[in-house]
């Protein structure tokens, strides 16, 4: 089992920046990709960033070169630095880590943090 916490989440305007962390517990691997994803309210999930064991990473098409992953696997934490962000960046925010090929068998969830951006 794996515990992913989320934090640093907040409200900030528009071209701001956030800094969000999740911290890994259990069965927890540096092997393991990690990933940021996030969701709208009524928009699907969508995927903000991953980062593998690698490391080799990953971004949405609306947050290249303006959003940031990376890990410290000393820490099992992942990070994700967002600046100038934008009202369209609003969402819940989740942190998810899981082993490519292993399906549900190993795949994990925060319970998100909210980012709200304001005009």
């Known amino acids: 089992q794996v515990q992913l916490v989320e934090s640093g989440g907040g409200s900030v305007q528009s071209g701001g920046s956030l800094r969000l962390s999740c911290a890994a517990s259990?069965?927890?691997?540096?092997?393991?990709?990690m990933a940021w994803y996030r969701q709208a309210p009524g928009k699907q999930r969508e995927l903000v960033a991953t980062?593998?064991?690698?490391?080799?990473?990953r971004y949405g098409d609306s947050v290249k070169g303006r959003f940031t992953i990376s890990r410290d696997n000393a820490e099992n934490t992942v990070y994700l630095q967002m600046n100038s962000l934008k009202s369209e960046d609003t969402a819940v925010y989740y942190c998810?880590?899981?082993?490519?090929?292993?399906?549900?068998?190993?795949?994990?969830w925060g319970k998100g943090t909210q980012v709200t951006v304001s005009s």
């Open positions: 980062i593998t064991s690698g490391p080799n990473t």
């Open positions: 998810n880590v899981f082993r490519p090929g292993w399906g549900s068998a190993y795949d994990y």
């Open positions: 259990g069965s927890i691997s540096s092997r393991y990709t």
